[in-house]
């Protein structure tokens, strides 16, 4: 897909929508760094982490934490994780963070698309909530 194609797909999405392409980035930078790593190609590995957490750390920054309540302070803290796992993968050249941090936004991303699919007004439950929630409970430790 050329670059013109993807910045007017861009220009028209809408904004869940483009928080779908952000988390789809993501996804697909994290599936990258898997295989450099499986590979052994270390600067491959380290460009694509790189790049997952750009986006990451773009997701996060758009959280308005006064308004988005609860939500927004979770998923503010599903974003410290997630790049906490990224940053882990790329210390010790370990594919588990990247797992992690993937089931992670895979999860967030599935949120997204449901809600990207239906009209406002058609959202009686609240798919990120529910997405976040399943999310926070991936992340904790197992004790």
């Known amino acids: 897909m050329g670059a013109r194609y993807r910045e007017m797909e861009i220009r028209t999405a809408t904004p869940e929508m483009v928080i779908v392409k952000l988390y789809e980035g993501a996804l697909r930078f994290i599936r990258a760094a898997r295989a450099h790593q499986e590979a052994g190609h270390i600067a491959g590995r380290a460009t694509s ?18 308004r988005g309540g609860e939500i927004a302070h979770n998923l ?65 430790p197992v004790r």
């Open 49 to 66: 982490i790189a790049k997952a957490l750009a986006i990451v750390n773009e997701l996060q920054h758009s959280l308005n934490l006064e």
């Open 76 to 140: 503010d803290a599903l974003y410290f994780f997630v790049t906490d796992r990224l940053l882990e993968a790329n210390l010790r050249g370990t594919i588990a963070p990247l797992d992690v941090a993937s089931g992670i936004l895979a999860t967030l991303n599935e949120a997204w698309v449901e809600i990207a699919r239906r009209p406002a007004d058609a959202l009686a439950v609240d798919p990120v909530g529910e997405a976040t929630s399943r999310a926070l409970e991936k992340s904790m």
